[in-house]
């Protein structure tokens, strides 16, 4: 295993396009986190799955955000009607359960987004 | 809730230098806390961290002690490299299992 992908790595978008990240973690991990990181910021929660169960979601997830986790592996983030204060770096991150607050995320290098 | 406010960057060394960066934070109860690790064109990476109060946490010549008099999380490394070059998060658990980060802090290393 070669650690979080996400795909694509970077997305230029017009606005008021939708657009769909995708993060596969690691394979044994049934924890998966979505963080955004603007400019000059360090990452901001957004929301977390459990398997595929949504267990948080943080007031930044405006209802334009739609997340998704079908089979508890792979995970998607949709973004509907694109704007320029989306433009931002998303990043992916996977744990395993069961270790709490001392459990180690392993980080995917991130989709650059940015709206036009 | 909890808070982690991070110094500045960039900071500005040359090799073999010393360096600090300084992190504290506000927080209920004792929680973890960690530092991360940002290298140019990858994804963040753990570096280190503290479980309780003076424990110090340690990995590739780098240490933080884990001070609650304090509420301080500082890193520190006695001899900096070129390839120490990136953004350094000191972070803190929000709820069970997700992380409240710092601004970050660059450090830029020269020969």
């Known amino acids: 295993d070669t650690g979080v992908s996400q795909n694509p790595r970077h997305k230029i978008t017009k606005r008021g396009q939708n657009v769909t990240f995708r993060c596969d973690p690691i394979?044994?991990?049934?924890?998966l986190y979505w963080y955004r990181q603007t400019l000059g910021q360090g990452p901001e929660f957004l929301t977390y799955?459990?398997?595929?169960?949504?267990?948080?979601k943080s007031r930044l997830l405006s209802d334009r955000f739609s997340a998704e986790r079908p089979k508890g592996s792979f995970s998607t983030l949709e973004i509907q009607r694109t704007e320029q204060g989306d433009s931002a770096m998303y990043l992916c991150?996977?744990?395993?359960?069961?270790?709490?607050?001392?459990?180690?995320?392993?980080f995917g290098q991130g989709t650059r987004l940015t709206v036009v | 809730g909890n808070s982690v406010t991070q110094m500045e960057g960039p900071v500005t060394l040359s090799e073999e230098a010393f360096l600090t960066i300084n992190c504290t934070y506000t927080?209920?109860?004792?929680?973890?806390l960690f530092w991360y690790v940002q290298y140019p064109g990858e994804g963040l990476q753990l570096l280190l961290k503290?479980?309780?109060?003076?424990d110090k946490g340690s990995n590739k010549g780098f240490e933080a002690t884990y001070r609650k008099e304090t509420t301080s999380f500082h890193l520190e490394k006695g001899s900096v490299q070129v390839s120490d070059s990136a953004v350094y998060f000191c972070?803190?658990?929000?709820?069970?299992?997700?992380?409240?980060f710092g601004k970050g802090t660059m450090l830029l290393v020269s020969p």
């Open positions: 991150a996977s744990s395993l359960n069961g270790g709490g607050p001392n459990t180690e995320a392993f």
């Open positions: 394979s044994e991990h049934n924890r």
């Open positions: 799955f459990q398997n595929e169960a949504q267990l948080e």
């Open positions: 927080a209920t109860g004792y929680p973890s």
């Open positions: 503290a479980t309780k109060a003076d």
């Open positions: 972070a803190l658990p929000t709820g069970y299992s997700t992380l409240t």
